[in-house]
């Protein structure tokens, strides 16, 4: 057992020197990187992975795709359970787990047109949300400079 | 996106960890599955609350070296027979072999990351009697770095992780093809050293 470590300890050593070494770089430049440069630093990066977990809006709505699950859709973009059921007047039981194309598929629909209804769905809610939103928040606004 | 990639990831929403558990150890065992894309995708499920991220890690870890032993011992204790039952092509093989044969570790540690040849590597090191814990230490150390670049990145990526998916599997191909050109070139340089 011995001269099997002996053996190995070399390439195990270089794998993690390269390791070590990648993580050092990246840690010393992200703190003098110039300011044309700052997309690249470990701040910046913060801010892209707050991005990307935040919540999804209008704009995203292109990321839905024909692999994905009702369910997984509503989790994602936060719509009632029954949103998209009622809206595409979904008859199957298989519902909310079931793919955009297993259904589709099943219901001899074409694949890109239901798609294309999904994502219509889902813009009109998240709109509807939106302006509910910016509606409450001037009422709560005007009342609150009235006093 | 793949025809297959998609199927997997349907699958993978559907049937979560079953699914998950599934797809890696068939990808890591025999089948040309986009194993890297699921991890990513699955690490991106993680930050979105469909997966538990720990639980995946975990569970990507063992699978991987479960269908990795399982192909090494198979061939140990049957030789050629799996292969020919396999039906692995021959060309992966002779690929895989002189690797294994010269630079055992390496060889090992780099296929679990990128590349096609994974299953024949396990393959191979079981017909050629790589000692068992050479193999199960570096197909570790591949395993783990493998799981740990692409479920942090899916996770980090999270919503968006489609959009980046075509640049990440370019990269990762690219450090195959570069792993396998260094390869070549020290081969053919001991080769002509030798001659």
């Known amino acids: 057992m011995k001269e099997f470590w002996i053996k190995h300890i070399k390439l195990l050593l270089v794998l993690l020197a390269t390791i070590l070494i990648i993580i050092s770089i990246f840690s010393i430049l992200g703190r003098f990187f110039p300011e044309e440069r700052q997309d690249l630093a470990p701040s910046h990066l913060i801010q892209v992975f707050r991005n990307n977990h935040g919540s999804l809006t209008v704009n995203d709505v292109g990321l839905i795709k024909s692999w994905m699950t009702f369910d997984y859709i509503n989790k994602l973009f936060k719509l009632p359970p029954e949103y998209l059921k009622m809206q595409l007047a979904i008859a199957d039981t298989r519902y909310p787990r079931i793919s955009i194309r297993s259904f589709a598929k099943n219901n001899n629909m074409d694949i890109n047109i239901f798609l294309l209804n999904v994502e219509q769905e889902v813009r009109n809610y998240l709109v509807n949300e939106a302006s509910k939103t910016l509606a409450t928040t001037s009422t709560q606004n005007s009342s609150s400079s009235s006093q | ?195």
């Open chain 2, 1 to 195: 996106m793949d025809s297959i990639l998609t199927i997997a990831l349907s699958y993978l929403l559907l049937y979560k960890y079953l699914a998950f558990f599934v797809l890696i150890f068939l990808g890591a065992f025999i089948l040309p599955l986009p194993d890297n894309l699921i991890l990513l995708a699955t690490g991106a499920f993680a930050s979105q609350g469909y997966f538990s991220l720990t639980a995946v890690f975990i569970l990507a870890l063992v699978t991987t070296m479960t269908s990795d032993i399982l192909g090494y011992f198979l061939t140990r204790r049957f030789e050629m027979s799996v292969l020919k039952f396999l039906r692995i092509p021959e060309r992966h093989i002779k690929t895989a072999h002189h690797y294994v044969e010269d630079y055992t570790g390496m060889t090992i540690f780099i296929t679990r990351l990128a590349g096609p040849f994974g299953p024949a590597v396990n393959f191979i090191s079981g017909l050629i009697g790589v000692q068992w814990h050479t193999f199960v230490l570096y197909d570790f150390l591949g395993n783990f770095v493998d799981v740990v670049v692409f479920l942090v990145a899916g996770y980090l990526l999270g919503n968006y992780w489609l959009v980046y998916s075509d640049q990440i599997s370019i990269i990762v191909a690219s450090i195959g093809t570069i792993v396998l050109l260094v390869f070549v070139v020290v081969r053919l340089w001991k080769k002509k050293d030798i001659a």
